[in-house]
Antibody
Framework: EVQLLESGGGLVQPGGSLRLSCAAS????????MGWVRQAPGRGLEWVSI????????YYADSVKGRFTISRDNSKNTLYLQMNSLRAEDTAVYYC??????????????WGQGTLVTVSS | QPVLTQPPSASASLGASVTLTCTLS???????VDWYQQRPGKGPRFVMR????????SKGDGIPDRFSVLGSGLNRYLTIKNIQEEDESDYHC???????????FGGGTKLTVL
């Protein structure tokens, strides 16, 4: 059974940093692209970032480019999202998602339950 | 990149059928769209991918046969037959624009079961 468990969310001040983690199990982690999608309170889904199975290539939404960094440790079956220079508009539930393939292109066939990030002073 | 438009709400009676629509912006009629179900307080769940020829690939795990899709022109449809209480959810559509490098979502449709 595929399981994705996010952690690391919390309250952070504007300009601060946070690192999210996503522990994966139930599949061969290194052979699938993984991504982050966020959902602001009462809003729709917004794609944040994706990384290929090997970790060699990553892509970012314009809204987070230069501030967020996606990475993965295939030996630990864990996906990360380092978030720097956080803004109030980054407040959202962040979901970890598994892609159907190694290089992205979707769909995201499994999702975690999410972790809430609140950026506020 | 495409813009995906979804009506904000829909409703249907228990046991009835409903069709949800996701409309691609002009010029993107060849794009495939992914449907996701999100129950209250839960993470999204993949339903299925749809192109102009219908379903692409397989349904998501545990998606019942009551769920089906069609694609026509700029529209991608998700039909749910014999609606159950458990189908009350937000339904999101998404489309990939560039091999995973730029994914866009519609605003979501909240389905209420009456």
């Amino acid at each position: 059974e595929v399981q994705l468990l996010e952690s690391g969310g919390g309250l952070v001040q504007p300009g601060g940093s946070l690192r999210l983690s996503c522990a994966a199990s139930g599949f061969t982690f290194s052979t699938y692209a993984m991504g982050w999608v966020r959902q602001a309170p009462g809003r729709g889904l917004e794609w944040v970032s994706i990384i290929t199975g090997s970790g060699a290539t990553a892509y970012y939404a314009d809204s987070v480019k230069g501030r967020f960094t996606i990475s993965r440790d295939n030996s630990k079956n864990t996906l990360y999202l380092q978030m720097n220079s956080l803004r109030a508009e980054d407040t959202a539930v962040y979901y970890c998602a598994k892609d159907l393939g190694e290089y992205g292109g979707g769909p995201f066939d499994y999702w975690g339950q999410g972790t809430l990030v609140t950026v506020s002073s | 990149q495409p813009v995906l438009t979804q009506p904000p709400s829909a409703s249907a009676s228990l046991g009835a059928s409903v069709t949800l629509t996701c409309t691609l912006s002009s010029g993107y009629s060849n794009y495939k769209v992914d449907w996701y179900q999100q129950r209250p307080g839960k993470g999204p769940r993949f339903v299925m991918r749809v192109g102009t020829g219908g379903i692409v690939g397989s349904k998501g795990d545990g998606i019942p046969d009551r769920f089906s899709v069609l694609g026509s022109g700029l529209n991608r449809y998700l039909t749910i037959k014999n609606i159950q209480e458990e189908d009350e959810s937000d339904y999101h559509c998404g489309a990939d624009h560039g091999s995973g490098s730029n994914l866009v979502f519609g605003g979501g449709t909240k389905l209420t079961v009456l």
